[in-house]
């Protein structure tokens, strides 16, 4: 009830604010528009004639599109759904194919790439990994 109360009363007030355009023109040249009429005396004042440019039919159409839009919307999210589901299955079924170690195997550990020294061929670039520097020992004190 409240509801309709209000949109009752903002159809009034739009309603009520609807007014006729005027235009004119200042003493400089300057065209105005508004609903007041200039406050200059002697400057003449013209009602603007706003042509209602409304077509039915194009409105119509505009109508057609904007439902096979939504039921286009409605098709591709299916899609999306179903590709998501099928791409969930599939990742399912992946995962289930893995061979598993056996439960005696124990914890799988993962230890660090071992550090090697390549062979050093002359003419041809090192490859590899360097090995990081050992810490020299420092001089014992005697």
Do not use: C
């Amino acid at each position: 009830m409240k509801l309709a109360l209000v949109f009752i009363f903002s159809m009034v007030s739009i309603i009520a604010s609807a007014e006729e355009v005027k235009k004119w023109v200042d003493d400089k040249g300057k065209v105005h528009y508004g609903n007041v009429p200039s406050d200059t005396e002697g400057m003449p004042s013209r009602k603007l004639e706003i042509k209602d440019t409304f077509d039915q039919k194009e409105y119509e159409k505009a109508k057609e599109r904007h439902v096979e839009t939504e039921q286009f919307g409605k098709e591709l999210e299916k899609e999306r759904k179903a590709d998501k589901e099928r791409k969930a299955r599939e990742e399912a079924e992946r995962k289930a194919s893995i061979k598993q170690p056996p439960p005696s195997a124990g914890p799988r550990i993962n230890l660090p790439a071992p550090y090697y020294e390549a062979p050093r061929v002359p003419g041809k670039p090192w490859i590899g990994i360097p090995i990081p520097p050992q810490p020299t020992p420092l001089p014992s004190a005697k």
